[in-house]
């Protein structure tokens, strides 16, 4: 099993940054991919970014250029520097890793961002 955890959601003006962290934990394989997704009200969930353990980096067109994901292998954590940000980004964001034919997700932080 794989446990996820998140923190560094809240509450941004537009314009503003946040950072979102995931540590995982628990039986992880050397080969996985590490990302976000997120889900706004009445939306479907849909990838924000994602890293594999190679390194290999994934973003969806709408934050492209505006958010950042890395990962740190060796202590199981990914990161998303999130600048610029808009109101359209509000959503509560999941962190996900993917390992052979499982998916393991976290509980969702919020992230808001006023106009």
């Known amino acids: 099993q794989v446990q996820l955890v998140e923190s560094g959601g809240g509450l941004v003006q537009a314009g503003g940054s946040l950072t979102l962290s995931c540590t995982a934990s628990g039986s992880i394989f050397s080969s996985n991919v590490m990302g976000w997704l997120r889900q706004a009200p009445g939306k479907q969930r849909e990838l924000v970014a994602q890293i594999s353990s190679g390194g290999v980096t994934n973003y969806a067109t709408s934050v492209k250029g505006r958010f950042t994901i890395s990962r740190d292998t060796a202590k199981n954590t990914v990161s998303l520097q999130m600048n610029s940000l808009k109101p359209e980004d509000t959503a509560v964001y999941y962190c996900?890793?993917?390992?052979?034919?499982?998916?393991?997700w976290g509980r969702g932080t919020q992230v808001t961002v006023s106009s």
């Open positions: 996900r890793l993917a390992q052979t034919t499982y998916d393991y």
